[in-house]
């Protein structure tokens, strides 16, 4: 069985400064994990993941990602955050075996405050 | 959004009624998914089908919901009678060929239920 725990359903943030949303997940078999942007209105879009060799892994707008098994952890950062990341996070985790469902958690929900 | 056709992207039906979603998947894909999306259990998976045949439908509500895939290009999921508590946004994604479980989704139906 998977689950992901994303710590803090709401985080606030002044333009240009950090951005870090925490995820734990918790599986049986090796992870691949994920992280998703939904702006209002709109379908689920991919900002980066995981699935196998380094474990700090780039995505689109800037943000990065950290793997580590020892803590079970996937945290989202930005070092800057613009006005346009306002948004809604998803971490997710699947099996590895591909083509398998994803389990999502609760959400985060990203103010930036000008 | 743009490998994921789903419609209506809104629909308004009243208690009782039949409803019928619909999601057009790009060529290419090999498996398909239906999520629901609700504040209180946030994304959640409905169904899920691998080259067109019904894997996991344990997280279908009740006997109240089906979901079809007749063709590589075309799924349904339907709700028939439709109660209140099935107002959500219905996603639907795909994963391609050459993706490591990455799953595209569409634009999402939002469904109101009265």
Request: charged share 30%; aromatic share 0%.
């Given at each position: 069985a998977q689950s992901v725990t994303q710590l803090g359903s709401h985080v606030s943030v002044s333009e240009g400064a950090l951005v870090l949303l925490r995820c734990n997940y918790s599986s049986s078999v090796p992870p691949y994990l994920f992280w998703y942007v939904q702006y209002p209105n709109q379908g689920l879009q991919l900002l980066l993941k995981y699935t196998t060799g380094a474990t700090l892994v780039k995505g689109i707008n800037g943000f990065e990602a950290e793997f580590k098994k020892s803590e079970t952890s996937f945290h989202l950062t930005k070092p800057s955050a613009h006005m346009s990341d306002a948004a809604e996070y998803f971490c997710a985790v699947s099996e590895q075996s591909g083509n398998t469902p994803l389990v999502f958690g609760k959400g985060t929900r990203l103010s930036v405050i000008a | 959004d743009a490998g994921v056709i789903q419609s209506p992207r809104h629909e308004v039906t009243e208690m009782g009624q039949e409803v019928t979603l619909r999601c057009k998947p790009i060529s290419g894909h090999n498996s398909l998914f239906w999520y629901r999306q609700t504040m209180m259990r946030g994304l959640e998976l409905l169904i899920y089908f691998n080259n067109n045949v019904p894997i996991d439908d344990s997280g279908m509500p009740e006997d109240r919901f089906s979901a079809k895939?007749?063709?590589?290009s075309f799924s349904t999921l339907k709700i028939q009678?439709?109660?209140?508590?099935?107002s959500a946004v219905y996603f639907c994604a795909i994963t391609t060929?050459?993706?490591?479980?990455?799953q595209f989704f569409g634009p999402g139906t939002r469904l109101t239920v009265l």
């Open positions: - | 895939m007749p063709n590589a009678p439709s109660e209140p508590r099935d060929l050459a993706a490591d479980n990455e």
